[in-house]
């Protein structure tokens, strides 16, 4: 379980920015602490326990960058035309019979080891043959076309920091050292609910007044996506007891539990006072539209009250609404879980873009507009809005590429305005 404590975050903000939130996950989140060993196949998206150093030099031995002929560099002749005697043949995987002598070169194939005494390779676009005899032209710089030992990656160098969490580039690493697997953290264990007695499951016949739960499908395929094993527990009904009493179980061999709804100051909201009744409430208002109503706490499990130890795990609760359950995932969640699963997050790549479009704010808080990238008339890339900007839309999510985030104190966007743009990828990624 990751280690929190009720004072984990301790802040006294009515409304917190954006940036003291992810001061406090960096400061105060530590992640899960068991390790496992995962097969190269397995690795994908998982996140390494500990620098990885290389084994073996990449590559380990200097080799040929291309198809052509090896050859000493001190044979050329400078300006002119050198003539050399074509004297073995080398495929990737074998060896030159002996070294190089003065004056000879041998036909080599992309990959296969430079014979010694050799350092310089033509490509066989530019050889000219005369039966056994190259014809090298002038101008090839020593070290042409050669690849050194160890210049992609030294032997006990770090191969794989500690918190990186492996793409197929960093698979294909491991396995260009001959490793068969890697030793990672174990996953997040994540568990997430919907609330609102409004909140019907798909498929189950749909009362008047009622709508289809779309929140939890977004939301558990969003923490799976990075990574996290989840346990989906369903719909919880407008009861403070009942959400009370669903947190402090979850909080058992969970290591974050997320909530959907039921987050803001209405009276039929209850989340904020069931998080308070299970554990600790820590915040439960960023300065960010839409989501500002995302509550942040501690949930202890059953036992706590008696003395006991207790079952630990994070609290998150987002908004109901499906773009602002997204944004709120992207900004607080994401970090969070990356941070709880041992990852080293990157901020997100905001981009800067043209704004093809004009729009009013209110200042003190981050806005993120659902949007589309096109080309403009000047074939420069610009941004455009969703035709519905309310965080009900969900379709703002499904025909558009990202955010376009306008800073905290950012009053109006005109055309022509920069302003930054986050890709769907990059936050699923």
Known sequence: MPQLSDDSFAVAAPVLRIEEMERLLAERIVPVAEIEAVGLRAALGRVTAHDIPARLDLPPFDNSAVDGYALRHADLASGAETRLSVVDRIAAGHAA???LAVGEAVRIFTGAPIPQGADTVLMQEDARLDGDVLIVPPGLKAGDNRRLAGEDLSKDGVMLPAGRRLAAADVALAAAQGLTGLPVRRRVAVALFSTGDE?????????ASAIYDANRYLLLALAEK??????????LPDDPDALAAALRSAAVGHDLVITSGGVSAGEADHVRSAVERAGTLVFWRIAIKPGRPVAMGVLTGPGRETGAAGARAAFVGLPGNPAAAFVTFARVVRPLLLRLAGATPRPLQV???RAAFAHRKKPGRREYLRGSLRTGADGRPEVVTYRLEGAGAITSLTETDGLIEIGDDVTAVAPGDTVGFVS?????G
């Open 199 to 207: 909140i019907v499951e798909p498929g189950a016949p749909l009362p």
């Open 226 to 235: 990075l990574g996290a094993v989840t346990t989906d527990l369903g719909i």
């Open 97 to 99: 019979a002996r070294p």
């Open 351 to 353: 981009l800067p873009v």
């Open 424 to 428: 769907y990828t990059e936050i699923a």
